[in-house]
């Protein structure tokens, strides 16, 4: 049974950085079309950024310029640069398969950007 573990969110002020990991487990993220999504309180879960099995990536226009998706098979991790960040960037992140696979959700990491 495959694994998702993220971690790296926290608090930041407005303009700061964090990079956000996903640790997986019984999965080799080389083989998927992979995404970080986030959902912030009252709101859907939305796909921020994917990257495809060929190191395609895209982002939802309002992280375009800021975040960065990249992924390391030999550690079997994938990352979510985030810099600029923004009050509204506040939200769980999770990380999953490209589209998400209901039994790989994890608990998330929590990022919070103060004004």
């Known amino acids: 049974q495959g694994q998702l573990v993220e971690s790296g969110g926290g608090l930041v002020q407005a303009g700061g950085s964090l990079r956000l990991s996903c640790a997986a487990s019984g999965i080799i993220i080389s083989t998927y079309n992979m995404g970080w999504y986030r959902q912030a309180p009252g709101k859907q879960r939305e796909l921020v950024a994917d990257?495809?099995?060929?190191?395609?990536?895209n982002y939802a226009d309002s992280v375009k310029g800021r975040f960065t998706i990249s992924r390391d098979n030999a550690k079997n991790t994938m990352y979510l640069q985030m810099n600029s960040l923004k009050p509204e960037d506040t939200a769980v992140y999770y990380c999953?398969?490209?589209?998400?696979?209901?039994?790989?959700w994890g608990q998330g990491t929590q990022v919070t950007v103060s004004s």
């Open positions: 999953n398969r490209n589209p998400g696979f209901g039994s790989w």
């Open positions: 990257i495809t099995r060929g190191l395609v990536t």
